[in-house]
């Protein structure tokens, strides 16, 4: 905080019947609100994007953001701001969030 900036990391999980399109279109939503968010980011400070993991229910993409403030005040509002974007982003090209999800297949005996 020293230096005018906080990081952020965040994960975004979305369902595992998201195509490879729509997973580069996630990442490129992401940058498009990221990259230069309230201003030029500082050599080094850039955001990273990348799709991180297969997790246990959904796709992982792994988002580190260096916001421009020391103030854990602003941060709360420049969170609230980029979450919002970032839902509303989404939801306008229908991607699909995951949540905790199970699929439980019956088998009939005969």
Do not use: C, W
């Amino acid at each position: 905080s020293s230096r005018g900036t906080l990081k952020k990391v965040m994960t975004i999980g979305l369902t595992y019947d998201t195509t490879p399109g729509k997973m580069l279109q996630a990442m490129k939503i992401l940058h498009e609100i990221a990259d230069d968010f309230h201003g030029p980011d500082a050599p080094g400070k850039q955001p990273h994007i990348f799709f991180e993991s297969f997790g246990e229910f959904s796709l992982n993409i792994t988002m580190i953001i260096y916001l421009k403030t020391s103030s854990f005040a602003e941060e709360e509002i420049l969170l609230n701001e980029l979450n919002m974007a970032i839902l509303e982003r989404f939801n306008a090209a229908g991607l699909d969030f995951a949540f905790p999800t199970r699929t439980i297949f019956l088998r009939q005996n005969q």
